[in-house]
């Protein structure tokens, strides 16, 4: 439905710029065809900028469709949408796999975010289930990162965790506490799309 109203407003926009120079030329004394031809071309470069302008409206809806569709498949939370993956992959895959839907694997911000995703993982595939988080600290051991390759400053870690040294690089959600793994198991994940 919005494609064809995006359609139609511009095939409006063209028939209003086609009529609106061809009122204008029509009240202009000849000119020459230096003249006619440097018109022309700024109409050109004028409609060109239109459709340009059209078409990104249109990617911009075409994703905010698709963030809504995948929100209401998952939960939402201010800012956020959460949705989860059952199947359990490895966090690289996994990871590789929330990037193609356009989002990353889930990283809470805060205890509130951190709640919230635990209990959505918990009515979605069980009390049990561990999912990747989306932090690691595979470029430098110790220091923990975000999918962005930013510091965390939110961390729920459960303690003695992060224990595993150099051989666990990637962060599980267990119990609604982190917990470093080896990158190599399988776990469910949560992919996160930003909304706004």
Known sequence: MRLRDGCLLFAVLLLLTHTSQQQNTSRKKPSTKK????????????LQQQVNEIVEELNHLKEQQALQTVCL???????KCF???????????????CIAKGGILSTPLSLDENTQLYDYVRQSIGPDAEIWLGINDMQTEGVWMD?????????????????????????????????DESCREERASVCEFNIV
């Open 83 to 97: 949705l989860v993956d059952p199947v359990k992959k490895r966090y690289h895959t996994a990871n590789e796999d």
């Open 147 to 179: 999918q962005t390759g930013a510091n965390i400053r939110y961390k729920n870690w459960k303690l003695p965790q992060p224990n595993g040294g150099s051989a666990e690089n990637c962060a599980v959600l267990s119990g609604g506490k982190w917990m």
């Open 35 to 46: 003249d006619s031809d440097a018109r022309a071309s700024a109409a050109l470069e004028d």
């Open 73 to 79: 498949r998952g939960m939402k939370i201010p800012g």
